[in-house]
């Protein structure tokens, strides 16, 4: 169940989880987390055409249904994800630094909670994830999604991969 709280802060808690928090995503979230972010992640904002990973995050701020932020015991934004809809079709999407390592376990408990939530009003989301990313493509798997089919993007091996609700 999520959880509103309007207090502290000023973040807008989603989820609470053990040591770490989802919280809805604000620019200064992006701002903080944006040079931190993982190499691999940074990859994938490359071959994605973003000018650079803050343009990938605060882009996610604008155009998502919802844009989250995982929160440590610290208060320090290490991923970003979120759901939305472009040309008709849904995705999901993440980028972390170095930080979901550390926060591993609270993490994958966390987000296989939240999934459900996420995919209520997208009940099939797509996206890619670098086909060498191999802890991304474990999680992936961990929380259902189904990989379709390789895709080469700017000199990058992609997985093309589905979430469904059920």
């Known amino acids: 169940m999520f959880i509103a709280d309007l207090t502290g802060m000023g973040d807008y808690v989603i989820k609470e989880y053990k040591t770490a ?3 809805l995503a604000t620019e200064e979230h992006a ?15 490359g071959a ?10 605060m882009s996610a701020i604008q155009n998502d ?10 208060n320090n934004p290490f991923a970003m994800f979120g759901v939305g809809t472009t040309k ?26 939240i999934l459900p939530h996420l995919l ?19 999680w992936l798997k961990w929380l259902g999604a189904k990989f379709l089919r390789e895709i080469e993007i700017n000199g990058c091996l992609f997985y093309e991969f589905i979430i469904t609700k059920d």
Do not use: C
């Open 65 to 74: 249904t919802i844009t989250i932020t995982a929160m440590d015991a610290d």
């Open 31 to 45: 701002l903080a987390l944006a040079p931190l972010l993982r190499v691999k992640d940074r990859m994938e904002v």
């Open 120 to 138: 209520h009003e997208h009940p099939i989301v797509t996206n890619l994830v670098l086909k060498e990313y191999e802890e991304s493509v474990r």
């Open 48 to 57: 994605y055409g973003f000018n650079d990973e803050t343009d990938a995050l």
């Open 21 to 23: 928090k989802a919280v």
């Open 88 to 113: 008709g079709i849904s995705y999901i999407w993440l980028l972390g630094s170095e930080g979901v390592k550390d926060n591993w376990y609270v993490f994958a408990k966390a987000s296989k909670q």
